[in-house]
Nanobody
Framework: QVQLVESGGGLVQPGGSLRLSCADS?????????MGWFRQASGKEREFVAA????????LYADSVKGRFTISRDNAKNTVYLQMNSLKPDDTAVYYC?????????????????WGQGTQVTVSS
């Protein structure tokens, strides 16, 4: 069973950067599964942000974050990262990492079987 724990959220000024981390606390996902990041702003539906396949060779981003966010993974540490640069107030949301039971990238929530508890990111001056 995969158990995901996010960290790294916080308050940052517009234009600033944050790096989110997501660790599999039971050290089970290793290189078997793709990983994804989603976010949910207050009053809005949860949306896809980025995903990476099992070996890290392929990534996919939502148009709204392309060129500003970078997803990466370290399978030896059972951890996936989301580097967020040039942050905007519209990026304010709870960010969730998730894993589908497949090695290939997925963008739809329904494809994801395991979810973290979320970490708050607030972009404000």
């Amino acid at each position: 069973q995969v158990q995901l724990v996010e960290s790294g959220g916080g308050l940052v000024q517009p234009g600033g950067s944050l790096r989110l981390s997501c660790a599999d606390s039971r050290r089970t996902f290793s290189s078997y599964y793709a990983m994804g990041w989603f976010r949910q702003a207050s009053g809005k539906e949860r949306e896809f942000v980025a995903a990476i396949n099992s070996n890290g060779a392929s990534t996919l981003y939502a148009d709204s974050v392309k060129g500003r966010f970078t997803i990466s993974r370290d399978n030896a540490k059972n951890t996936v990262y989301l580097q967020m640069n040039s942050l905007k107030p519209d990026d304010t949301a709870v960010y969730y990492c998730a894993a589908p039971p497949t090695a290939s990238i997925a963008t739809r929530e329904a494809r994801y079987a395991w979810w973290g508890q979320g970490t708050q990111v607030t972009v404000s001056s």
